[in-house]
């Protein structure tokens, strides 16, 4: 499939995803519980929590009292500590609320974001900048925790593509009917693709991805391709190659 086919393609699949009825009970997607209250430290948590199987990531996040955000530690720690996933025991969830609470008490993830992505532009640099802040707004750390988190990324080859992170950035400054577009002043151009599996097999599948690693570079390599069909918001054919993937639309391709 040459590229004028491709961008047909996603294209098309975008004007079909780009309605309110895309996420729903059938067609699960963490984002489902970040627009039921459209805040970023919530949704942030829910990008964050976003591995694994979508079933039980939205039940996980269902079962969350957000409210917990704006109570004293030990609240927290009292309200969370039943509340488990995968690689993230109750102390692990404990210590996210904290420190995102501790955070707003002083600023807003917006403003950590934008003291780093301003820079030189990069979105790679905001989300070290607001990892470097929960390190150190509460000093903590396990295994699930850092996991949750993630690490400050300062080289792109062989780096773990940061995809929680890049899609919680999509759904901040992206604005249509499925992203919420709560901050301003990040430019679409800037952000980079959530890499996950089926947008990296579904890439390559259609011949928009070279590279074999699964890292942070080929997301990089990706968005710079997606720029040959929007340069303006390469990020609008993410949803879409998602969903082909997740939906096997490509399963009798050669």
């Known amino acids: 499939m040459d590229d004028k086919n491709i961008k047909k393609l996603l294209d098309t699949e975008v004007e ?3 309605c309110e009825g895309e996420v729903c009970e059938e067609r699960l997607d963490p984002i489902m519980v970040a627009h039921k209250y459209k805040d ?3 949704s942030l948590i829910c990008a964050l929590f976003a591995y694994g199987n979508v079933k039980q990531i939205v039940k996980f996040l269902n079962s969350l009292d957000f409210s917990l955000l704006a109570k004293s530690d030990e609240e927290i720690a ?4 039943n509340h488990y996933y995968r690689f993230q025991k109750s102390e692990d969830v404990v210590a996210l609320f904290i420190s995102l609470k501790r955070l707003n008490e002083k600023t807003t993830l917006e ?3 934008k003291r780093g992505y301003l820079k030189n532009r990069s979105a790679i640099e905001g989300i070290n900048s607001l990892i470097k802040t929960l390190q150190e707004i509460y000093p903590y750390s396990t295994m699930g ?3 949750l988190i993630s690490q400050v990324t300062t080289k792109t080859k062989g780096a773990g593509a940061l995809k929680r992170w890049m899609m919680y950035l999509r759904w901040m400054v992206r604005c249509d009917n499925i992203d919420m577009g709560l901050w301003s002043g990040v430019d679409k151009s800037d952000l980079i693709i959530p890499l996950d599996t089926h947008t990296f097999n579904v890439s390559k599948k259609l011949g928009l991805l070279s590279r074999k690693s699964y890292d942070l570079e080929a997301a990089i390599e990706l968005t710079a391709k997606l720029k040959e069909f929007d340069e303006r918001d390469p990020l609008k054919y993410d949803f879409a190659l ?3 993937g997740q939906e096997r639309l490509l399963a009798a391709e050669p």
């Open 40 to 42: 970023p430290t919530i």
């Open 145 to 147: 925790y850092n996991f």
């Open 16 to 18: 079909k995803r780009n």
């Open 78 to 81: 009292e309200g969370l500590k």
């Open 242 to 244: 998602y969903r082909i």
């Open 111 to 113: 403003e950590v974001f």
